[in-house]
Every structure is written in C-alpha cells, then in structure tokens.
C-alpha cells in the first residue's frame, strides 16, 4: 500500500448530485452551489449534463448554468455529454472547458443510459474526445458500472481493462472509473485500479463512487492506495443516476476530505466551508443529507 500525498479533488455536486433529486433546484440556487465550491477550494467542478432534458429535468437548464457561471483562468468547469449532439450543445455555450464523455460496461445499461451497446458507447466516447480537442478544450471519460452493473450483475475486470486502453488511445486526460450503483468493495476497487493504472499510464485514474452500500469511504481509501489520483464527491452525499435502479448518493465531499486531510493526503479543500455547504444544501433540499462530517461534533477541538 502507498498512500499519496495529494489527490486531485472533483465536485460534482451540482451535476450528478443533483440530477436524480425530485425537486427541482432553480438555476440560482445551482449557481450558488458552484459559487460556495469554488470558495471551499474546488478547482474542477461538474457544473451541468447536457442531456434531454425530458429524460433529466433536473438538467434542463444547463445553458442558463453556464452563462452565470464566474469567468476564472485558475477553474476546469465540467460539462457531462452522451453524445455528440450534447457535446455541440456544451461547447457551443463557451463555458465549458472539459467535456465529461461517458461510455457503459454492459450492454444492458448503456442502452439504458444511452441508448446504444456497450461497444457503441466507446466509439461515441472516442468521438466527444475528438471533438473537444480539436475545438481546443479536454475532454476525460468515465467507465460507469466498471464494478457492477444493474441488469447484468457482476462485470469482468478484463472488459473495463480493455475498454480503458481503447478510451486512452482517443486522448483524454484522464480515464475514471464509477461504481454507478455502489457494488464494489475496496479489493476489488484496489485490483481494478492497479490494472486500469497499469493499461493506461501515463494518463491518471480518477474514480467515482455511490455509497449504497456503505462501501463508498473504504473504496476511495482503497483507490488512492493503489494509484488513483483524481476523486469524485459531491457535497453532502447527494446523488444518483436516473438510469440505474438502486444507485444511491455519491460519497459526500465533507467525508471525502476529512478522511483523506486527517491521513495527511492534501486535497486543497477547506473542510470547514464544505460544511458550511452541506448544511446549506440540506435546506435547500429541505431533508437532512447523508454526509456524516456535517452532522457530527467538530474534530480536534479548538483550543
């Protein structure tokens, strides 16, 4: 086991914490939760999805997102895309500057997700990348179900292997893997991410969890022990996916980043204001939220 010094820290609160939550958050109130990232020190932040917005209404005002966001040179906004319709859409606000492609383990749940197979999700994968570096931004790609599928149960490490060496082969920055519905546990997270490490080098591995199973915490422990350097959270737990019955929140970003500072891993966010957030986001959903570090005594204590 090696245990960095750093992570790189992605909040994605306001995309994939958001997208699955009945009531709908008005763009202001999106804004502002970007505003208060931004403050706690996130540098890369999932804004939106361009997706439709019948099938995802909670994203149905991605553009309006992206207009109010702050103009900052020190800060990568993320667009998530599914195809190259959505990706068009993202660029063409001129927000946007990394494109968030998406391709599927199983056939089941990319034809759920995406209405395509698994090899198509690839290819279309391939393309976003394409695209956004020919119009001059980056783009990255996350294998979702690389742990578990909904439909189709258990995925073979090899297939996530294999797919995560074709994706390199388009030029992202980064390849992730997201255990969509919360399945995996940490020795299967830590062999995975040493294989998908070793296909992929030089790129990095970032990773993204669900914490339906209470598992999310001792996967991101797992994962930044065997090589991922880049995490997904979003703050206070929310989060879920449309597509996948059973996914459940993400790992909160408060949680996240008290586990990791408290190892002595710098993530360059400011605890106190994560939850600061969380409490704020929790009124604003109008239920108390999953994130443990918000609800709980402050610790050590001031002198």
Not at 150 to 171: I, Y
Request: hydrophobic share 45%.
């Amino acid at each position: 086991m090696s245990i960095p010094d750093r992570i790189e820290f992605v909040e994605v609160g306001p995309r994939d914490g958001l997208q699955n939550e009945k009531l709908l958050v008005s763009t202001q109130d999106k804004l502002a939760l970007i505003s208060r990232a931004l403050d706690a020190g996130a540098r890369r932040i999932e804004v939106t999805s361009f997706v439709n917005p019948t099938r995802v209404p909670q994203m149905a005002d991605a553009e309006s997102v992206c207009a109010g966001l702050p103009v900052r040179d020190d800060t990568t906004f993320i667009g998530l895309v599914m195809n190259m319709r959505g990706a068009e859409r993202a660029l063409a606000t001129g927000r946007i500057d990394q494109l968030g492609a998406v391709a599927v383990a199983t056939d089941r749940f990319a034809m759920a997700n995406q209405g395509q197979t698994s090899d198509e999700s690839v290819q279309a994968a391939k393309s976003i990348i394409a695209l956004a570096n020919a119009e001059g931004r980056t783009a990255q790609c996350t294998i979702a179900a690389s742990f578990g599928c909904p439909f189709e149960g258990e995925v073979a490490q090899d297939r996530v292997v294999e797919m995560a060496a074709a994706l390199a082969e388009a030029g992202p920055v980064e390849i992730a893997l997201a255990d969509t519905i919360g399945v995996g546990n940490p020795a299967h997270v830590a062999a995975l991410i040493a294989r998908v490490r070793d296909a992929i080098a030089p790129l990095p591995v970032r990773v993204h969890f669900h914490n339906t199973r209470n598992t999310g915490l001792a996967n991101v422990w797992a994962a930044v022990t065997s090589g991922a350097s880049i995490i997904d959270a979003s703050v206070g737990g929310l989060g879920g996916c449309p597509f996948a019955p059973g996914a459940a929140g993400n790992v909160p970003s408060e949680d996240v980043v008290y586990m990791l500072e408290r190892a002595g891993i710098d993530t360059s966010m400011d605890l106190d204001r994560l939850i600061e957030t969380s409490r704020w986001l929790s009124d604003i959903m109008g239920r108390k939220l999953p994130g443990m570090v918000a609800q709980s005594p402050a610790f050590p204590v001031a002198a």
